[in-house]
């Protein structure tokens, strides 16, 4: 079956970096769009980045500058790199992939309804 596993997550101070990764097994993994997504205490799970077959990327503005999605099909490996950390970043990250639009190289959504595959999250904790 299909999983996808993340890890990396962890505390850190404000102004810090972390590098979570994803990696999924059980489906042909260049074929899909991957997602990340946060989801804090309280609050709705949100959009963080994106990254297309083809490797077109986008992320939400407030990580902009910050945050770099990329993926390494090779390994069926994506990740997100984190930098400039801020206490607002504290969340459950989680991975996520979209088999739509297969013929596709630049399609990519920002709508977690579009996702297939979604990992368990793991957690990033930013001090002040």
């Known amino acids: 079956q299909v999983q996808l596993l993340e890890s990396g997550g962890g505390l850190v101070q404000a102004g810090g970096s972390l590098r979570l990764s994803c990696a999924a097994s059980?489906?042909?993994?260049?074929?899909?769009?991957l997602g990340w997504f946060r989801q804090a205490p309280g609050k709705e799970r949100e959009f963080v980045a994106a990254?297309?077959?083809?490797?077109?990327?986008a992320c939400t503005d407030s990580v902009k500058g910050r945050f770099t999605v990329s993926r390494d099909n090779g390994k069926n490996t994506v990740y997100l790199q984190m930098t400039s950390l801020i206490p607002e970043d504290t969340a459950a990250y989680y991975c996520?992939?979209?088999?739509?639009?297969?013929?596709?190289?630049?399609?990519?959504?920002?709508?977690?309804?579009?996702?297939?595959?979604w990992g368990q999250g793991t957690q990033v904790t930013v001090s002040s």
């Open positions: 059980g489906l042909t993994f260049h074929r899909y769009v």
């Open positions: 990254i297309s077959r083809g490797g077109q990327s």
């Open positions: 996520a992939a979209d088999g739509y639009g297969s013929g596709s190289w630049t399609y990519l959504s920002q709508s977690s309804t579009t996702y297939d595959y």
